[in-house]
């Protein structure tokens, strides 16, 4: 087993950045026996139509409202926490809501992991996330429900993601805090099990770690029955943009994968033959976004220095943002600019040179060639760029414009490209979810 | 041309080798052997399967401020017999075309 604590460098910055003024919309209460306080998360409900609510019988199924646990309820888990800590409390906080929780996707559950880590691990305070009912003399938490589809308060089954199926999030529960296994807590950075399909690890920062941490992980998705071609696309991902957050950001980042059965349709269009879902989340702990080192080369640095190398396509940059300039907004703002820019093939490395910006080739001809249905996107600082096929297209020189047009110099990209949250990534998150046929 | 065998050395528990960090480093530790006036044959060892991604880039960091890229294309080669040939060529052609 890894030391992880010693690894792991720079874990404040995620919480600090996520400790807002503004104080979140949700309610918190001591319990009257006053050693737990609990806090009603306010989040969005949504409709889950046509949920399996009986494991012997598959027709069984009904429309579930629940509350979605998105990266900005996140935020709001972290602001509290440190509001709670700041009035001195060592006490256990329960976040809960009356319905079920669904975490909104796989970078969610992996970062809501963390965050619990962190603040048991730095801080030494237990939170937890459940669903409860509060009444006037009792709080009552729900762990399990007759019909199979409540663990620990979530919402699992078809309408769940990949991570929460395996997260220890679904037996950390306040109820059971006194016979509570602790090394449970340590499956939050580091974890494998192939029976439930999942690995997650963190990588240090020695020259071969990340090499390591590919090899392990194309080891796990060799037990998990996906065929060579997908094992080779999936690697070539991780080992493209795990190293590459480790270098640019110099700094740990943590991949997460899990495999998860899947349907393809047959030429008829029946959903007949068998496939995997691999769903791939990286990020790491940088303070650097994905366009910070790109913009200090191409705007700052640039003005002592001519290049040489791929002078052509810096030079296009430069004309493009004199163009987007004119119709910044609050949701296409500079720093969407900046990740945009990532995606042009040049490398963020210091100084003029001939080489570099594959990793991200790599990473949208994969997604293309191997996300079916489009889950995936890239978040740095408070922006996401989504990963469409519809947006990820390149003109004939390999500019990508995040747009229909596929026009990075000459057009903005498109509204649904860009999306904002108020949740702050300070280095660079990728959720991804490839779509392969069993081997 | 003379051929000029180099081992490159790799930890024992890597059979993927990935990105340019790496590259650097398995430069540092072989290019005392290296020649550019002959063709060097990379030779891997057989616990490495594959070599992904930007290995290259980091691995001709330093002589690419020296040569071009058509340079080290004719001046460096691999071992066809070693497991991550395939691999190999792959991401050496991705290193020099994209270069």
Known sequence: MKDINAMLENTELLIQKNTKKKKPKGRGKWLPFGSVYIYELNMETVEIKEVPVDKENADAKENISVSLFTLETLADVISVTNERIRKGTKFPIVFYSRRYILPSDNLTVSLLEYVIYYFYKEKNIEIYITRGVLSKDSFEVRIHDEKNHLCNGFLYGTASSGFLMTSFLLSWSVANKKKQDESLIDNAISFRDDQLRRYKTLIGKGPWDASIAVSECQDFLSHQKVNPEGIKAVMDVIGELAPNAI?????????DLSCEDCEFPDADGNYTRKGINVSLVIWDFSEKLLGTDLNKKIFIDSMEQDFKHKAERISTIRQAWEFHKNYLTDEYNADDFNNVMAFQKISGRAGDRPDGGLGISTLIERVQQYTKENYCY?????????????????????????????????????KDAVSKTKFYLPGVAYNLCFNFLEE | M????????????????????????????CKGSIDIEERNILRFPPHVKQIIGSFFTGFFEELSKSMTTGEIAEHFGFDSNMPSYESAMDSFSRYISNN
């Not at chain 1, 640019?248 to 991949?255: D, P, S």
């Not at chain 1, 922006?383 to 469409?388: S, T």
């Not at chain 2, 890597?14 to 530790?29: C, K, S």
């Open chain 1, 247 to 255: 270098e640019h950001g110099n700094t740990n980042c943590i991949v």
């Open chain 1, 378 to 414: 890239v978040l740095s600082g408070y922006g996401a760029l989504r990963l469409d096929h519809e947006f990820t297209g390149s003109d004939a020189e390999g500019y990508i414009g995040f747009n229909a047009l596929k026009d990075f110099k000459g057009h903005i990209p498109d």
């Open chain 2, 2 to 29: 003379e051929k000029n065998i180099i081992e490159v050395n790799i930890p024992d528990n890597v059979t993927i080798v990935a990105g340019p960090v790496p590259g650097r480093e398995a430069y540092r530790l």
